[in-house]
């Protein structure tokens, strides 16, 4: 897929180009100067990441480095982009996931962030995190695992903490918040499983687990565990119905109460 993806893009980009002259140079340092998807990616990415203390280049080798010794880091970053495309509808084409979605960027951020913590190399990849929250607003804890087919709607504000677990094809918009609830140690953020879609604003608090394509409404925090292929909404959450999908984190569809209506019939 990553290859197909790369081959795309390198079109798109050629498109932009003739459409709107003055991205010319831009287009082609971040895509149309590169032999691949992992190469485009770490420029892109190092340049938003780097400061004044982490040049460009220190950050690009170390994108480099990981997405060399990590080759599902590519694959998982093509399978990112895919959703982007298929569940935003806003999105026509991949270009603009790649160059501006800061959703997409956030989670590529945080897979170096993840492979530098797994590598024994925490404090870099604190480092990493803090540039990705200050960059991004976004805020991952290096060790949190994270699957492939990621979305992070507009993404500002999401936070995850370190025990926190996102398997695969999973939905989450801005302001969401997968957290503790005190300073307890060990075990103690959320699980969240395939399928999932948290809306915008969302708490889910504790060592508690998010099942098989539930919907979780906006604004609603969770306290205790969702059920596979429930709807939970309101302060505490409380099941308010069935998804209308077994994995609602395609469907992007958050109006529970359609959800709702469809459980009393």
């Known amino acids: 897929m990553a290859n197909e993806i790369w081959q795309e893009l390198k079109k798109e980009a050629q498109e932009v180009i003739q459409q709107e002259p003055l991205l010319a140079s831009y287009v082609y340092a971040c895509v149309l100067n590169h032999d691949s ?63 501006h979605l800061k959703g997409f960027q956030s989670i590529q951020v945080h897979r170096l962030a993840n492979f530098l913590w797994k590598n024994d190399r925490a404090e870099l990849a604190r480092f990493i995190q803090s540039r990705n929250s200050e960059v991004f607003s976004v805020d991952i804890h290096p060790a949190c695992v994270i699957g492939e087919g990621i979305m992070f709607d507009h993404a500002t504000g999401i936070v995850i903490g370190e025990t926190s677990v996102i398997e695969d094809n999973v939905s989450i918009l801005q302001g969401v918040t997968l957290g503790g609830t005190g300073n307890e140690q060990g075990d103690r953020h959320p699980k969240i499983r395939s399928g999932v879609l948290i809306s915008a604003g969302a708490k889910v608090l504790g060592n508690i687990e998010v099942g098989e394509g539930a919907k979780i409404g906006a604004g609603s925090v969770v306290l205790n565990d969702v059920a596979a292929h429930t709807t939970v909404v309101g302060v505490p959450a409380r099941r308010v119905g069935k998804p209308g999908s077994d994995t609602p984190a395609e469907t992007m569809q958050q109006n529970v109460l359609e959800d709702e209506s469809a459980s009393t019939k």
Do not use: G, Q
């Not at 990415?45 to 060399?68: G, Q, Y």
């Open 37 to 99: 998807l992992e190469s485009a990616l770490s420029f892109i990415l190092a340049t938003k990441l780097s400061d004044d203390v982490m040049p460009v280049v220190t950050v690009r080798e170390l994108f480099d480095n990981a997405l060399s010794e990590s080759p599902e880091m590519v694959k998982n970053a093509a399978c990112d982009i895919k959703a982007v495309f298929t569940r935003d509808p806003s999105i026509c084409t991949y270009l603009p996931v790649i160059l």
